[in-house]
């Protein structure tokens, strides 16, 4: 039974914990106490004997399934180097690292707060909101909307943009061609960007710069922060109820704002080929893609690059093409994707649990 309730639960996909790539995550799970009173309730429906928890977990854990809410990342390094498995000399040079990146971004934010033409702020994606978020025991055996929140912060302003995908498939904002156009859809005359994010920062004279891992803590977080604690113990009948919860989740200086996205907003960045590949190496043993903590975007094409945000910047091997070709970019969508038809078969089964006056939406959709 314990299989049989763990396969039948709907899924999310691993991208949603960086630590876990091959993992999948139960949606709508916030504990195993919850997933177990679940289970108990499954059991009883079905008339089954129940199993301990014990039994639970280790089926869980055999067919590598996680709960919804994994815990931030932790740094390796600093782990290794409290049981003892990690030297101090190593653990010095590695706490070095995350001190200049957090100093990099610190001079960047002053720099904003004295010219107003400069902007840095720092961006996030918020783990995947439901829709809708009851808690009905036959919400937990259904798929439902996903909605994603990528989160601009200004950081010499504090205003935050909340950049809201308003259709239902999980690529809109999770590719890496989206979060460009998110970033560069910023439309404000500026001499100088830059933008901090969990793997890297970006200047029009562009740079990127990456945290280290388990030490990616960014003011974009107390957003997200902010608007779980608004959700707590509230329910979500349809998607535009979020819009509510976003903008009143913070008062002082300004609410936050919220920008809904449609499919006409997303472009195709795919067949752009201006820089084949980012690596600094060309031969076994050079540096490679992972370890550049910074590079910078110059408006002439040139790209330069940095191991350590301490380090002078060097050119990139040039394997750029085409700098001056004219740029079209298409669409990525021509119409709204349809969800999948079982998903909306699930919405149908909900709406029975859901006040009247929501059912239309639902019936409206999309789907395959």
């Given amino acids: 039974m314990a299989r049989a309730l763990i396969e039948a639960l709907p899924k999310l996909p691993s991208h949603y914990c960086r630590q876990h790539t ?12 919850q997933l177990y009173r679940l289970f108990q309730s499954y059991c009883d429906s ?19 399934v996680g709960i919804q809410k994994p815990r931030k990342d932790q740094c390796n390094v600093c782990l290794s180097y409290t049981y003892g498995h990690c030297s101090q000399d190593d653990h010095d040079k590695h706490m070095k690292r995350k001190n200049e990146g957090q100093e990099q971004k610190k001079g960047d934010k002053q720099l904003a707060e004295n010219d107003e033409h400069v902007l840095v702020f720092t961006v996030d994606l918020q783990q995947v909101l439901l829709a809708p978020r009851i808690f009905a025991n036959a919400n937990y055996f259904k798929s439902k909307l996903c909605y994603h929140n990528f989160t ?23 590719s ?14 500026l001499s100088q960007t830059a933008c901090f994010w969990q793997q890297c920062k970006h200047r029009q004279q562009s740079s990127k ?53 449609t499919f006409e907003f997303f472009l195709d960045f795919s067949k752009l080929s201006f820089c084949k590949t980012i690596r600094p190496g ?26 350590h945000h301490s ?27 349809p969800i999948k038809k079982t998903k909306f078969e699930d919405l149908q089964q909900l709406k029975e649990v859901l006040p009247r006056e929501y059912h239309t939406f639902y019936d409206q959709l999309p789907h395959q």
């Fill in 209 to 261: 710069s990456s945290w280290k891992k388990g030490h990616t803590w960014m003011e974009a977080d107390s957003v997200h922060s902010a608007i779980e604690r608004k959700l707590l113990n509230r329910q979500i009948y349809w998607p535009a109820e979020y819009i509510e919860v976003i903008t009143s989740a913070r008062t002082k200086p300004e609410p936050y704002h919220v920008k809904n996205l």
């Fill in 46 to 64: 079905q008339n089954a004997k129940r199993v301990c928890r014990q039994v639970l977990f280790k089926t869980l854990k055999e067919l590598n």
């Fill in 152 to 174: 601009v912060y200004d950081l010499a302003t504090r205003r935050v943009t909340t950049l809201r995908s308003k259709h239902h498939h999980e690529t809109f904002i999770l």
């Fill in 22 to 33: 091959d993992m999948t995550f139960l949606e709508g799970i916030d504990s195993k106490s």
């Fill in 311 to 337: 380090d002078e910047w060097s050119p990139l091997p040039s394997r750029n093409s085409n700098r001056n070709a004219p740029v079209t970019i298409p669409k990525m969508y021509s119409q709204p994707i």
């Fill in 176 to 189: 890496s061609s989206s979060l460009t156009v998110a970033v560069t859809r910023i439309e404000t005359p």
């Fill in 282 to 307: 060309r031969r076994p043993g050079d540096p490679q893609v992972t370890d550049i903590r910074a590079l910078k975007y110059g408006i002439d094409g040139i790209i330069q690059y940095k191991l």
